[in-house]
């Protein structure tokens, strides 16, 4: 499927203004470390639809989360390969994350609406 290069540019803007809302969204839900392959299953599951971001895309926003000290994380050995880098998201990370929620559903509503009306008219 040809994805049209407006199109591209819009899911790029778009899913950069949402990635990190949706990583803490998934931290917080699942309170527990995890770590990066974990999230980008969640992310981009098997079979689904076209994913919202990449998989090398999810790192640099993890480390910019972590940088903003709204994630941590640990290093751990793997038994079944190289070590894994855990992430778990801070007391800084949830005060964020309910902000982020409040200004995101303000956003969605504010966009239904006026796409109701331009459906609508």
Known sequence: MFIKPPDKKFRKEL???TAALVLLGILE???EPMYGY????IISPAGGPAPMMKQGALYPVLRSLER???LESTVETSVSGPPRRYYSITAA?????ARWIEMWKGS???VDSILRGVHDE
């Open 93 to 97: 990370g949830r005060e964020t994350l």
């Open 108 to 110: 969605r509503d504010f």
């Open 29 to 31: 839900r699942r309170g």
């Open 15 to 17: 899913n950069a203004g």
């Open 68 to 70: 903003d000290g709204l």
């Open 38 to 41: 974990q999230l980008a299953k």
